[in-house]
């Protein structure tokens, strides 16, 4: 059973920054694509960035570009988002996931979840 666990989240005021981590319990992390999403309060879960397995190759929602890196460390068997210029409209639980199709940004098409880290950004 494939374990995604976040960590990182927080309050932070706005133009501030985040460092959220996703450690994977597999050894085979290497060979899917990662991506993080996130759900506001009352909102429907939504696509944020996704990755290649090398990392090499990225894909951010537009509201993000310029201020969100999505990044992993496979030797690590972890991913990373570093969040930067934190807005108020970028609170929400945030989860990891893993897929087999590269570039996905559809949430079904995710196999394994985390459980979520809650970031909360303050006017």
């Known amino acids: 059973q494939v374990q995604l666990v976040e960590s990182g989240g927080g309050l932070v005021q706005a133009g501030g920054s985040l460092r959220l981590s996703c450690a994977a319990s597999?050894?085979?992390?290497?060979?899917?694509?990662m991506g993080w999403f996130r759900q506001a309060p009352g909102k429907e879960r939504e696509f944020v960035a996704t990755?290649?397995?090398?990392?090499?190759?990225?894909s951010y929602t537009d509201s993000v570009k310029g201020r969100f890196t999505i990044s992993r460390d496979n030797a690590k068997n972890t991913m990373y988002l570093q969040m930067n210029s934190l807005k108020p409209e970028d609170t929400a639980v945030y989860y990891c996931?893993?897929?087999?199709?590269?570039?996905?940004?559809?949430?079904?098409?995710?196999?394994?979840w985390g459980q979520g880290t809650q970031v909360t950004v303050s006017p």
């Open positions: 990755m290649s397995r090398s990392g090499g190759s990225t």
């Open positions: 597999e050894r085979t992390f290497s060979r899917y694509y």
């Open positions: 996931a893993r897929t087999n199709l590269y570039g996905s940004r559809v949430p079904s098409e995710y196999d394994y």
